[in-house]
Protein backbone atom coordinates (compact mmCIF):
# COMPACT_ATOMS: atom_id res chain seq x y z
CA UNK A 1 0.00 0.00 0.00
CA UNK A 2 1.08 3.79 -0.48
CA UNK A 3 0.97 5.30 2.22
CA UNK A 4 2.38 8.92 2.65
CA UNK A 5 5.59 10.13 2.29
CA UNK A 6 4.91 12.27 5.71
CA UNK A 7 4.69 9.21 8.25
CA UNK A 8 8.38 8.48 7.53
CA UNK A 9 9.15 12.15 8.66
CA UNK A 10 7.79 11.83 12.50
CA UNK A 11 7.47 8.92 15.39
CA UNK A 12 4.54 7.39 17.09
CA UNK A 13 5.10 8.99 21.09
CA UNK A 14 7.83 6.66 22.85
CA UNK A 15 5.54 7.47 25.76
CA UNK A 16 3.01 5.80 24.45
CA UNK A 17 4.67 3.00 23.32
CA UNK A 18 6.05 2.36 26.46
CA UNK A 19 2.90 2.16 28.08
CA UNK A 20 1.79 -0.39 25.30
CA UNK A 21 4.63 -2.65 26.19
CA UNK A 22 3.41 -2.45 29.78
CA UNK A 23 0.62 -3.46 29.31
CA UNK A 24 1.05 -6.15 27.12
CA UNK A 25 3.49 -7.49 29.73
CA UNK A 26 0.51 -7.44 32.41
CA UNK A 27 -1.65 -9.06 29.87
CA UNK A 28 1.01 -12.00 30.23
CA UNK A 29 0.48 -12.37 33.90
CA UNK A 30 3.40 -10.29 35.02
CA UNK A 31 2.91 -7.73 37.28
CA UNK A 32 4.60 -4.62 35.92
CA UNK A 33 4.89 -1.33 38.00
CA UNK A 34 4.36 1.39 35.75
CA UNK A 35 6.36 4.23 36.71
CA UNK A 36 6.09 5.50 33.04
CA UNK A 37 2.66 7.21 33.33
CA UNK A 38 2.39 10.94 32.00
CA UNK A 39 -0.92 11.46 34.13
CA UNK A 40 -2.35 12.08 37.36
CA UNK A 41 -2.89 8.22 39.62
CA UNK A 42 -6.35 10.64 41.37
CA UNK A 43 -9.82 10.49 39.70
CA UNK A 44 -11.69 13.62 38.39
CA UNK A 45 -12.95 15.58 41.53
CA UNK A 46 -16.64 15.01 41.97
CA UNK A 47 -17.94 18.14 41.66
CA UNK A 48 -16.59 17.91 37.69
CA UNK A 49 -17.85 14.90 38.03
CA UNK A 50 -21.20 16.17 38.72
CA UNK A 51 -21.37 18.88 36.59
CA UNK A 52 -20.82 16.38 33.52
CA UNK A 53 -24.11 14.07 34.97
CA UNK A 54 -25.75 17.25 35.20
CA UNK A 55 -24.92 18.26 31.10
CA UNK A 56 -25.71 14.91 29.77
CA UNK A 57 -29.35 15.10 31.45
CA UNK A 58 -29.62 18.65 29.95
CA UNK A 59 -29.42 17.52 26.77
CA UNK A 60 -26.15 19.07 25.46
CA UNK A 61 -26.18 16.54 22.91
CA UNK A 62 -25.30 18.84 19.62
CA UNK A 63 -22.62 19.88 17.69
CA UNK A 64 -20.27 22.61 19.52
CA UNK A 65 -19.20 25.82 18.75
CA UNK A 66 -15.79 25.52 16.71
CA UNK A 67 -14.10 27.57 19.08
CA UNK A 68 -16.21 26.34 22.11
CA UNK A 69 -19.13 27.70 24.01
CA UNK A 70 -18.72 31.22 24.95
CA UNK A 71 -19.72 31.16 28.61
CA UNK A 72 -16.26 28.46 28.53
CA UNK A 73 -14.69 30.86 26.68
CA UNK A 74 -15.36 33.16 29.53
CA UNK A 75 -14.66 31.22 32.12
CA UNK A 76 -11.09 30.69 30.56
CA UNK A 77 -10.36 34.49 30.69
CA UNK A 78 -11.91 34.61 34.29
CA UNK A 79 -9.69 32.08 35.23
CA UNK A 80 -6.47 33.57 33.32
CA UNK A 81 -6.85 36.96 35.21
CA UNK A 82 -7.44 35.08 38.65
CA UNK A 83 -4.71 32.87 38.30
CA UNK A 84 -2.50 34.70 36.35
CA UNK A 85 -3.26 38.37 36.15
CA UNK A 86 -3.53 38.19 32.78
CA UNK A 87 -6.30 39.71 30.66
CA UNK A 88 -7.96 38.29 27.85
CA UNK A 89 -11.13 38.27 25.73
CA UNK A 90 -13.15 35.56 24.49
CA UNK A 91 -12.39 36.28 20.99
CA UNK A 92 -8.76 34.95 22.00
CA UNK A 93 -9.79 31.87 23.56
CA UNK A 94 -9.83 28.47 21.61
CA UNK A 95 -10.96 25.36 23.12
CA UNK A 96 -9.95 22.23 21.55
CA UNK A 97 -9.58 18.31 22.24
CA UNK A 98 -6.72 18.15 24.33
CA UNK A 99 -3.52 20.56 25.02
CA UNK A 100 -1.96 18.38 22.42
CA UNK A 101 -4.48 19.75 19.64
CA UNK A 102 -4.18 23.34 20.63
CA UNK A 103 -0.14 22.57 19.73
CA UNK A 104 -1.25 21.22 16.60
CA UNK A 105 -3.53 23.93 15.45
CA UNK A 106 -1.04 26.26 16.70
CA UNK A 107 1.98 24.96 15.18
CA UNK A 108 -0.56 24.46 11.81
CA UNK A 109 -1.33 28.29 11.66
CA UNK A 110 1.99 29.58 12.17
CA UNK A 111 4.77 26.84 10.42
CA UNK A 112 5.08 25.38 6.59
CA UNK A 113 8.18 24.59 4.59
CA UNK A 114 11.43 25.48 6.12
CA UNK A 115 10.09 27.91 8.81
CA UNK A 116 12.07 27.05 11.71
CA UNK A 117 11.13 26.42 15.27
CA UNK A 118 13.23 26.03 18.33
CA UNK A 119 12.59 23.75 20.39
CA UNK A 120 14.99 23.41 23.61
CA UNK A 121 15.90 19.80 24.62
CA UNK A 122 14.63 17.89 26.92
CA UNK A 123 11.27 18.90 25.06
CA UNK A 124 8.02 16.80 25.37
CA UNK A 125 7.80 14.61 22.90
CA UNK A 126 5.27 15.69 20.43
CA UNK A 127 6.50 19.34 20.13
CA UNK A 128 8.96 17.94 17.59
CA UNK A 129 6.54 15.46 15.79
CA UNK A 130 4.03 17.89 14.71
CA UNK A 131 6.82 20.40 13.84
CA UNK A 132 7.35 17.97 11.17
CA UNK A 133 4.07 17.64 9.93
CA UNK A 134 3.75 21.24 8.92
CA UNK A 135 7.34 20.12 7.24
CA UNK A 136 8.79 23.13 9.52
CA UNK A 137 13.05 22.98 10.21
CA UNK A 138 13.35 21.93 13.99
CA UNK A 139 16.33 23.77 15.72
CA UNK A 140 17.03 21.93 18.96
CA UNK A 141 18.92 23.79 21.43
CA UNK A 142 20.46 21.30 24.15
CA UNK A 143 19.91 22.43 27.83
CA UNK A 144 22.50 21.33 30.05
CA UNK A 145 21.90 20.14 33.98
CA UNK A 146 23.86 23.10 35.14
CA UNK A 147 21.20 25.38 34.13
CA UNK A 148 18.71 23.29 35.34
CA UNK A 149 17.55 22.27 31.68
CA UNK A 150 16.56 26.11 31.11
CA UNK A 151 17.63 27.73 28.28
CA UNK A 152 19.59 30.57 28.66
CA UNK A 153 19.30 34.05 26.57
CA UNK A 154 22.53 33.72 25.07
CA UNK A 155 21.95 30.17 23.61
CA UNK A 156 18.15 31.98 22.32
CA UNK A 157 19.59 34.59 21.09
CA UNK A 158 22.27 32.82 18.77
CA UNK A 159 19.92 29.97 17.57
CA UNK A 160 17.07 32.76 16.45
CA UNK A 161 17.43 33.83 12.59
CA UNK A 162 15.07 35.14 9.77
CA UNK A 163 13.59 32.08 9.29
CA UNK A 164 12.82 31.35 13.10
CA UNK A 165 8.82 31.46 13.50
CA UNK A 166 8.32 29.94 16.45
CA UNK A 167 10.18 28.94 19.97
CA UNK A 168 8.01 26.18 22.12
CA UNK A 169 8.76 25.04 26.01
CA UNK A 170 6.77 24.15 28.58
CA UNK A 171 7.20 25.52 32.49
CA UNK A 172 7.05 23.03 34.43
CA UNK A 173 8.94 21.01 32.12
CA UNK A 174 7.74 17.55 30.84
CA UNK A 175 10.26 15.93 31.36
CA UNK A 176 12.64 17.30 33.45
CA UNK A 177 10.02 19.29 36.01
CA UNK A 178 12.01 22.46 35.09
CA UNK A 179 10.36 26.02 35.94
CA UNK A 180 11.73 29.18 35.16
CA UNK A 181 11.65 31.54 37.71
CA UNK A 182 10.14 35.39 36.48
CA UNK A 183 13.59 36.84 35.88
CA UNK A 184 14.69 34.23 33.75
CA UNK A 185 11.38 34.68 31.84
CA UNK A 186 12.08 38.13 31.76
CA UNK A 187 15.44 37.53 30.44
CA UNK A 188 13.77 35.61 27.54
CA UNK A 189 11.46 37.72 26.84
CA UNK A 190 13.90 40.72 26.45
CA UNK A 191 15.62 38.79 23.50
CA UNK A 192 12.08 38.02 21.61
CA UNK A 193 11.76 41.81 21.89
CA UNK A 194 14.68 41.83 19.49
CA UNK A 195 12.99 39.47 17.00
CA UNK A 196 9.28 40.78 16.44
CA UNK A 197 8.70 38.01 14.18
CA UNK A 198 8.36 35.39 16.22
CA UNK A 199 6.09 33.71 18.10
CA UNK A 200 5.92 32.06 21.61
CA UNK A 201 4.17 28.70 22.27
CA UNK A 202 4.25 28.70 26.54
CA UNK A 203 2.89 24.83 27.30
CA UNK A 204 1.47 25.26 31.00
CA UNK A 205 -0.42 22.25 31.38
CA UNK A 206 1.80 21.70 34.54
CA UNK A 207 0.64 25.10 35.87
CA UNK A 208 -0.96 23.62 38.66
CA UNK A 209 1.88 21.26 39.62
CA UNK A 210 4.67 23.65 40.78
CA UNK A 211 6.51 22.80 43.48
CA UNK A 212 9.36 25.68 43.07
CA UNK A 213 6.63 29.06 44.06
CA UNK A 214 5.50 26.56 47.34
CA UNK A 215 2.62 26.01 45.18
CA UNK A 216 2.19 29.62 44.79
CA UNK A 217 1.90 32.09 41.73
CA UNK A 218 2.61 30.70 38.60
CA UNK A 219 4.65 32.57 36.52
CA UNK A 220 3.72 32.95 32.55
CA UNK A 221 6.09 34.46 30.00
CA UNK A 222 2.81 35.98 28.77
CA UNK A 223 3.10 38.39 31.67
CA UNK A 224 5.63 41.11 29.68
CA UNK A 225 3.44 43.60 27.87
CA UNK A 226 6.05 43.81 25.09
CA UNK A 227 5.82 40.57 23.64
CA UNK A 228 2.27 39.41 25.09
CA UNK A 229 0.78 39.50 21.40
CA UNK A 230 2.73 37.05 20.18
CA UNK A 231 2.69 34.72 23.37
CA UNK A 232 0.00 31.49 22.24
CA UNK A 233 -0.17 30.00 26.29
CA UNK A 234 -1.25 26.39 26.23
CA UNK A 235 -3.32 25.39 28.83
CA UNK A 236 -6.15 22.64 29.52
CA UNK A 237 -7.68 19.83 32.27
CA UNK A 238 -5.73 16.93 31.87
CA UNK A 239 -3.07 17.35 34.21
CA UNK A 240 -4.07 20.09 37.02
CA UNK A 241 -7.56 18.67 37.51
CA UNK A 242 -6.73 14.81 36.87
CA UNK A 243 -9.04 14.84 33.59
CA UNK A 244 -6.77 13.40 30.78
CA UNK A 245 -9.48 11.70 28.98
CA UNK A 246 -12.16 14.13 28.74
CA UNK A 247 -9.71 15.75 26.31
CA UNK A 248 -10.10 19.54 26.90
CA UNK A 249 -7.59 21.97 26.48
CA UNK A 250 -7.90 25.93 25.11
CA UNK A 251 -5.32 28.58 23.44
CA UNK A 252 -4.81 32.07 24.64
CA UNK A 253 -3.43 33.81 22.06
CA UNK A 254 -3.80 37.30 19.84
CA UNK A 255 -7.24 37.32 17.83
CA UNK A 256 -5.78 36.22 14.64
CA UNK A 257 -3.83 33.64 16.05
CA UNK A 258 -7.16 32.34 17.45
CA UNK A 259 -9.00 32.93 14.57
CA UNK A 260 -6.29 30.76 12.50
CA UNK A 261 -6.58 27.68 15.15
CA UNK A 262 -10.29 27.51 14.81
CA UNK A 263 -10.50 27.55 10.76
CA UNK A 264 -7.78 24.67 11.12
CA UNK A 265 -9.39 23.08 14.08
CA UNK A 266 -12.81 23.54 12.01
CA UNK A 267 -11.61 21.29 9.21
CA UNK A 268 -9.65 18.37 11.39
CA UNK A 269 -12.38 18.05 14.43
CA UNK A 270 -14.82 20.65 15.07
CA UNK A 271 -15.23 21.88 18.51
CA UNK A 272 -14.65 19.96 21.18
CA UNK A 273 -17.01 17.35 23.24
CA UNK A 274 -20.36 19.02 24.53
CA UNK A 275 -20.22 17.18 27.95
CA UNK A 276 -16.68 17.77 28.88
CA UNK A 277 -17.10 21.57 27.96
CA UNK A 278 -19.83 22.09 30.54
CA UNK A 279 -17.88 19.89 32.85
CA UNK A 280 -15.11 22.63 32.14
CA UNK A 281 -16.87 25.33 33.45
CA UNK A 282 -17.25 23.78 36.87
CA UNK A 283 -13.79 22.83 37.04
CA UNK A 284 -12.01 26.51 35.99
CA UNK A 285 -14.56 28.04 37.73
CA UNK A 286 -14.72 26.75 41.35
CA UNK A 287 -11.87 26.81 44.10
CA UNK A 288 -8.69 24.39 43.43
CA UNK A 289 -9.71 22.69 46.72
CA UNK A 290 -9.08 19.19 44.95
CA UNK A 291 -6.14 20.67 42.62
CA UNK A 292 -4.28 21.18 45.76
CA UNK A 293 -4.76 18.30 47.54
CA UNK A 294 -3.47 16.37 44.59
CA UNK A 295 -0.44 18.74 44.68
CA UNK A 296 0.09 18.14 47.97
CA UNK A 297 0.17 14.41 47.82
CA UNK A 298 2.55 14.97 44.56
CA UNK A 299 4.77 16.74 46.62
CA UNK A 300 4.93 14.31 49.52
CA UNK A 301 5.92 11.61 46.71
CA UNK A 302 8.49 13.95 45.16
CA UNK A 303 10.07 14.46 48.30
CA UNK A 304 10.07 10.59 48.80
CA UNK A 305 11.70 9.88 45.48
CA UNK A 306 14.30 12.18 45.43
CA UNK A 307 15.58 10.48 48.49
CA UNK A 308 14.72 7.25 46.77
CA UNK A 309 17.15 8.22 43.72
CA UNK A 310 19.95 9.14 46.19
CA UNK A 311 20.31 5.89 47.32
CA UNK A 312 21.00 4.87 43.75
CA UNK A 313 24.30 6.78 43.55
CA UNK A 314 24.91 6.47 40.20
CA UNK A 315 22.43 8.61 39.07
CA UNK A 316 22.75 11.82 39.06
CA UNK A 317 19.91 14.23 38.90
CA UNK A 318 18.39 17.81 38.75
CA UNK A 319 15.54 17.84 41.64
CA UNK A 320 12.63 18.47 39.77
CA UNK A 321 10.44 21.78 40.66
CA UNK A 322 7.70 20.98 38.89
CA UNK A 323 5.01 18.65 37.30
CA UNK A 324 5.63 14.40 38.34
CA UNK A 325 8.72 13.41 36.73
CA UNK A 326 12.04 12.96 38.34
CA UNK A 327 14.73 12.76 35.25
CA UNK A 328 18.17 10.67 36.15
CA UNK A 329 21.43 10.63 33.99
CA UNK A 330 22.22 7.17 33.97
CA UNK A 331 24.78 6.84 31.55
CA UNK A 332 27.03 5.13 33.97
CA UNK A 333 25.96 1.69 32.98
CA UNK A 334 25.94 2.33 29.31
CA UNK A 335 28.69 -0.48 28.53
CA UNK A 336 27.63 -2.53 31.45
CA UNK A 337 25.54 -6.04 30.89
CA UNK A 338 23.80 -8.64 32.13
CA UNK A 339 23.63 -12.07 31.22
CA UNK A 340 25.33 -11.39 27.73
CA UNK A 341 22.75 -8.41 27.39
CA UNK A 342 24.92 -4.79 26.80
CA UNK A 343 23.14 -2.20 27.56
CA UNK A 344 24.05 0.87 24.96
CA UNK A 345 22.05 3.31 25.51
CA UNK A 346 18.58 4.77 27.71
CA UNK A 347 16.20 2.75 25.48
CA UNK A 348 18.22 -0.11 25.92
CA UNK A 349 18.07 0.83 29.38
CA UNK A 350 14.53 0.88 29.53
CA UNK A 351 13.79 -2.59 27.78
CA UNK A 352 16.23 -3.76 30.60
CA UNK A 353 14.28 -2.79 33.33
CA UNK A 354 10.95 -3.60 31.97
CA UNK A 355 12.07 -7.02 31.03
CA UNK A 356 14.56 -8.14 33.70
CA UNK A 357 12.83 -5.75 36.60
CA UNK A 358 9.20 -5.50 35.05
CA UNK A 359 9.40 -1.69 35.69
CA UNK A 360 8.26 0.56 33.12
CA UNK A 361 10.40 4.38 32.22
CA UNK A 362 10.79 5.95 29.71
CA UNK A 363 13.98 6.36 27.73
CA UNK A 364 15.60 9.72 27.63
CA UNK A 365 16.18 9.36 23.67
CA UNK A 366 12.12 10.70 23.45
CA UNK A 367 12.74 13.67 24.97
CA UNK A 368 15.62 14.75 22.99
CA UNK A 369 18.18 13.94 25.82
CA UNK A 370 20.18 10.51 25.27
CA UNK A 371 21.57 9.29 28.80
CA UNK A 372 18.50 10.08 30.58
CA UNK A 373 15.39 8.10 31.52
CA UNK A 374 12.51 9.67 32.64
CA UNK A 375 10.48 7.95 36.29
CA UNK A 376 7.36 9.43 36.69
CA UNK A 377 5.88 9.56 40.73
CA UNK A 378 2.24 10.06 39.21
CA UNK A 379 1.58 6.50 41.01
CA UNK A 380 0.95 5.29 44.36
CA UNK A 381 3.75 5.38 47.39
CA UNK A 382 3.34 1.80 47.56
CA UNK A 383 3.70 1.40 43.89
CA UNK A 384 7.20 4.15 44.06
CA UNK A 385 8.74 2.37 46.28
CA UNK A 386 8.35 -1.23 44.95
CA UNK A 387 9.23 0.75 41.63
CA UNK A 388 12.54 1.70 42.63
CA UNK A 389 13.23 -1.85 44.71
CA UNK A 390 13.43 -2.94 41.37
CA UNK A 391 14.87 -0.41 39.52
CA UNK A 392 18.03 -0.70 42.25
CA UNK A 393 18.12 -4.30 42.13
CA UNK A 394 17.77 -4.36 38.13
CA UNK A 395 20.96 -1.70 38.25
CA UNK A 396 22.88 -3.82 41.13
CA UNK A 397 22.78 -6.70 38.87
CA UNK A 398 25.14 -4.81 35.84
CA UNK A 399 28.07 -5.20 35.52
N1 LIG B 1 2.10 19.41 27.01
C1 LIG B 1 2.84 18.67 27.84
C2 LIG B 1 4.13 19.23 28.32
C3 LIG B 1 2.43 17.40 28.24
O1 LIG B 1 3.18 16.67 29.07
C4 LIG B 1 1.19 16.89 27.74
C5 LIG B 1 0.73 15.53 28.09
O2 LIG B 1 1.47 14.68 28.53
C6 LIG B 1 0.45 17.71 26.88
C7 LIG B 1 0.92 18.95 26.54
C8 LIG B 1 -0.86 17.23 26.29
O3 LIG B 1 -1.91 17.32 27.17
P1 LIG B 1 -3.39 16.92 26.78
O4 LIG B 1 -3.73 15.69 27.53
O5 LIG B 1 -4.23 18.07 27.25
O6 LIG B 1 -3.47 16.75 25.30
Not at 8 to 36: C, H, W, Y
Not at 142 to 149: D, L, M, R
Request: net charge neutral.
Amino acid sequence: MQLSEILSKFNEPETLKMAKLGRELRANGINVIDLSLGEPDFNTPEHIKDAAKKAIDENWSHYTPVSGYADLKETICKKLLRDNGLEYSPNQIVVSTGAKQCIANTMFSILYDNDEIIIPTPYWVSYSEIARMTRAKVVFVNTTPESGFKITPDQLENALTEKTKLFIFSSPCNPTGAVYSKNELEALAKVFEKHPNVCIISDEIYEYINYYHGGGKYESIAQFSAIKERVIIINGLSKGFAMTGWRLGYTASAPEIAKANEKIQGQFTSGTNSITQRAAITALASPLTATYEMVKEFKRRRQRVIELLKELPNLKCVEPQGAFYIFPDVSYYFGKSFEGEMINNSSELCMYLLNHAHISTVSGDAFGQPGYIRISFANSMENIEEGFKRIKSGLEKLS
